[in-house]
Structure formats: structure tokens, C-alpha cells
């Protein structure tokens, strides 16, 4: 099963800043955060992990707490393209270890509108 | 550099027919493991392989069954199948294991759309 509960669905204004929360409260201390999103009929696309630091990239950042057991993925300004379930997934990463056995949960449907 | 590419993108079998599916992994990928979506199920695990051997399996049945080239490309396989097995395909690559974490990231394909009429 999922490690993680997101809300199901929400929405949000184009140009805004869209902020996906995530709780994973029994998340181990090896395990990373990672997102993903899925567009209609399409692969899940891989958009940012972290471990405990907060993580900025081309597509996002993500926000984890001090506790590690929520996180958000902030979207800083949303185009009709953000469009999607994005998926909040924990993992453990090992070295030489399996990397392949992602498990999703039902992820949030986001919604941006014009 | 290209991405995972899977072919065919859409196949119609019947029941009781089999099918093979192919994935090629991004150049210099050498993991690859396959994911079966359906509406009611969601995103659900079938296997990975690493260096031509199964390194992990999720639960699905035996009718399900993968191999992996030298060459890192990959087939599944679904014998006898059943109308539940209509799903969309994925398979997604990522690098070898070892590398920086970063290595981690698995990539997707845009999946293969089995219907079993």
C-alpha cells in the first residue's frame, strides 16, 4: 500500500502558485519524497525527490518539514499545461538495491484553470 | 537524447490470446520495470529488470512474465489473458544503480493501451 495521503483533488487559478500537500507520518528515516505527475494518457513524468532539505528545480520545489512526516510540492506559477494527478511516492534508496518497485497511491488531481 | 519508447501504443487481443509488449530504455539506461494502470487499481508494479535478471516482481500472476536483452531493452508478456488485463502498459527506465541518487529518477514511456475484447 501507499505510504502516502494526498487530498484527492484540487484546484487552481492559471498564474497562481499551486501548493500539492502530502503526508507520509510513517515515513523511515532511509526514505526519500518523490513526485511524479501524470497527464491525461500519458507516462508519469518524474518531477523533483528529496530527503530532508528543502529542493528547488526547473519544474518546482518541494517543501518537506522538519519532521519529514508532510510535504508540499509548490508550483510556483501553474499554466493550463499543470494540468494532471501528481503523485506523491516515499522510497527507499539503496545502493546496488532494487530501484524499480514505485508505489503510487491515487495521487491529487489538480485543476488549473483560466 | 531520446526517450523510453513503447511499442505498439494501442493493441486489441481476445480473450485466451497472448501478446508481447517492448520497451527501449533511454541510451545508457540499464533498469527497467514495467507498471500496469487500470482505472479501478491505479498504478500498480509488475517487475524490474536489471542486467538481464528480475531483481524485483510486484503481485500479479504468472501469466505475466518479462525478459531484458543485452542490450537493456525489455518485453513483457501476458499469456492467456483475461478482459481484466485491459490496462495501459508503462514501462519506465532509470540508470544503473550506484551512480549518484539522482540515478534514481525513473523515466516513462507513454505506455502501451491493451484492450481484450
Known amino acids: 500500500d501507499a505510504k502516502t495521503t494526498q487530498p484527492p483533488s484540487m484546484d487552481c487559478a492559471e498564474g497562481r502558485a499551486a501548493n500539492l500537500p502530502c503526508n507520509h507520518s510513517t515515513i523511515s528515516g532511509n526514505e526519500y519524497v518523490y513526485w511524479y505527475r501524470q497527464i491525461h494518457s500519458q507516462g508519469p513524468q518524474y518531477i523533483i525527490h528529496g530527503l530532508k532539505n528543502n529542493e528547488t528545480n526547473e519544474m518546482a520545489s518541494l517543501i518537506i518539514t522538519e519532521d519529514r512526516k508532510s510535504s508540499t510540492l509548490i508550483l510556483p506559477h501553474a499554466t493550463l499545461r499543470d494540468t494532471a494527478v501528481y503523485y506523491c511516492?516515499?522510497?527507499?534508496?539503496?545502493?546496488?538495491?532494487?530501484?524499480?518497485?514505485?508505489?503510487f497511491g491515487k495521487g491529487t488531481k489538480l485543476s488549473v484553470k483560466p | 537524447k531520446a526517450g523510453v519508447t513503447q511499442t505498439p501504443r494501442y493493441l486489441i487481443k481476445t480473450r485466451g490470446q497472448q501478446v508481447t509488449l517492448s520497451c527501449s530504455p533511454i541510451s545508457g539506461h540499464r533498469s527497467v520495470s514495467w507498471y500496469q494502470q487500470t482505472p479501478g487499481q491505479g498504478l500498480q508494479f509488475l517487475f524490474e529488470?536489471?542486467?538481464?535478471?528480475?531483481?524485483n516482481k510486484g503481485n500479479f500472476p504468472g501469466r505475466f512474465s518479462g525478459r531484458q536483452f543485452s542490450n537493456s531493452r525489455s518485453e513483457m508478456n501476458v499469456s492467456t489473458l483475461e478482459l481484466g488485463d485491459s490496462a495501459l502498459y508503462l514501462c519506465?527506465?532509470?540508470?544503473?544503480?550506484?551512480?549518484?541518487?539522482?540515478?534514481?529518477?525513473?523515466?516513462f514511456g507513454p505506455g502501451t493501451r491493451l484492450t481484450v475484447t
Open positions: 529488470y536489471f542486467s538481464e535478471t528480475q531483481r
Open positions: 519506465a527506465s532509470s540508470l544503473e544503480p550506484g551512480r549518484s541518487l539522482t540515478s534514481y529518477e525513473q523515466y
Open positions: 511516492i516515499v522510497r527507499v534508496v539503496v545502493n546496488g538495491g532494487s530501484q524499480g518497485n514505485l508505489i
